[in-house]
Structures are given as C-alpha cells and as structure tokens.
Nanobody, 130 residues
Framework: QVQLVESGGGMVQAGGSLRLSCAVS????????MAWFRQGPGKEREFVAV????????YYADSVKGRFTVVRDNAKNMMYLQMNSLKPEDTAVYYC???????????????????????WGQGTQVTVSP
C-alpha cells in the first residue's frame, strides 16, 4: 500500500524559508513522478512543482519559480520542497502526490493536473504572515 506523509509546515514571516518533507512508503520514488500541490483558503488545489519519473526533469508553477526547489532523496525515499522568500500568498495546505502512470513524454498539461495523481498525503499547513 502506498502512503505519503508530509511534514515541516508551520508559521513564518514573509521573506522566510521552510522545508517540507514527504515520506513515501510502498513504492520507490525514483521510479515514479512525484509532485507538490497546494490549496489556499477558499481556493482550488493548484500545482506547485513536479519531479518527473524519468531522469531529473523538474517543473515549477510560475508563481514559485526561482523561490521553491523540489529535492528527492532516493535512498531515504523522501521528497522535499525547499521554500525560500515566502510570501503571504503562499499560505496554503501543501500536499505531496505520486502518479502510477509512466507516460513516455513529459507534458505540462498532464503533470500539473491534480486528477492525474493516484496517491496523496494528508497535507501540511504553511502560513506566511506579512
């Protein structure tokens, strides 16, 4: 059974940093696409970042590009989201997710869509104060 558990959320002032962790059991993350999504208050779940299953391809939402970095530790079967220069608009519950499929071609329209992911963690709250 695949399980994902996020941790590392908290409260931080604008301009600060946090590192989120996603512990995965039941599948080797090195062989599957792993992603981060977030859902702010009153908003729909939105894509943040992805590490594609093949190679080292990563992709970020424009809103976090240059500030967030997704890191994968295959030996520990962990994925991380390093978040720097945080803004109040980054306030959200952050989720990690994994996709069972192995598409042959990297498509943003696919990896950035929440419904394409089969397994999700419970989420961790990030709150950024002005």
């Amino acid at each position: 059974q695949v399980q994902l558990v996020e941790s590392g959320g908290g409260m931080v002032q604008a301009g600060g940093s946090l590192r989120l962790s996603c512990a995965v059991s039941g599948r080797p993350i090195a062989s599957y696409t792993m992603a981060w999504f977030r859902q702010g208050p009153g908003k729909e779940r939105e894509f943040v970042a992805v590490w594609w299953w093949r190679g080292t391809t990563t992709y970020y939402a424009d809103s976090v590009k240059g500030r967030f970095t997704v890191v994968r530790d295959n030996a520990k079967n962990m994925m991380y989201l390093q978040m720097n220069s945080l803004k109040p608009e980054d306030t959200a519950v952050y989720y990690c997710a994994t996709d069972t499929e192995h598409p042959s071609t990297f498509k943003i329209a696919y990896v950035a869509v929440a419904r394409e992911y089969d397994y999700w963690g419970q989420g961790t709250q990030v709150t950024v104060s002005p």
